[in-house]
């Protein structure tokens, strides 16, 4: 047997441990590169399909789809005007996250309100674009990293554009040109006032609220809606984007 010289190193295979982090780091750098690039893309790109699609079909054999990509040109002021007035009215200075209505929500939920949603149009894009349904910690946690992603990645009117494309309002029915040729016979680029806060009222719940045969509480919040348009300063709020 010959002994090793003197002063010599002896190399050692790595360890199963060490082999499996460093795999486990690759391909957590190739999610976040592949993420990155998918929503980089999708800042002039229309998505062919959102999560919430694919998901309504592979629970529905039957399910129809309806979705018409139009350009933000395309769709009238006041429809882009009800959604920020009914969802999110503080989308023009926060950074994807609504740290106020965040707060809100829970002390309203402390003093016995039933705890409602405040999750921002940029949260919203992210959930249905890229993610399933659940409220589990890591598909939160996937939402506030698309989140930051696409407030990164995407200018305020192109989060706008997309919420209005892909917002669900009815059953297989995606974006505010389809719903609105579908409820008002027209293109969404002549929707009224009324007409856009009526669909905007039918978000919290698409599948059950109708805006072709719209309840009182669907007329309740339409009202509320067109009241929350007029505070903001009309559609010369949306200009700013």
Known sequence: MVAPESGGTVSRPPSVVRRALIGIIQVIAVALAASFLVTLALRWIPPASTAVMIERRLTHRAYRLDYRWV???????SAALAVIAAED??????????????????????????????????????????????????????????????????????????????AELGNGIFGVEAASRRYFRKQAAFLTPEESALLAAILPDPL????????????????????????????????RF
């Open 71 to 77: 350009s933000y040109k395309q769709i009238s002021p």
């Open 89 to 166: 009215q503080n989308f023009a200075t926060h950074h994807g996250f609504d740290f106020k209505s965040i707060q809100k929500a829970i002390d309203e939920h402390e003093r016995g309100r039933r705890l409602r949603g405040a999750s921002t149009l940029s949260q919203q894009v992210a959930k249905n674009v890229f993610l399933w349904s659940g409220r589990s910690f890591v598909r939160k946690g996937l939402e506030a990293y698309f989140t930051v992603l696409i407030e990164l990645t995407w200018s305020k009117r192109r989060i706008l554009e997309v919420y209005l494309n892909i």
């Open 208 to 239: 059950r609220l109708k805006a072709n045969k719209p309840s009182e509480y669907v007329k309740e919040r339409r009202g509320w809606i067109l009241q929350q348009m007029q505070r903001l300063g009309g559609t010369a709020f949306i200009k």
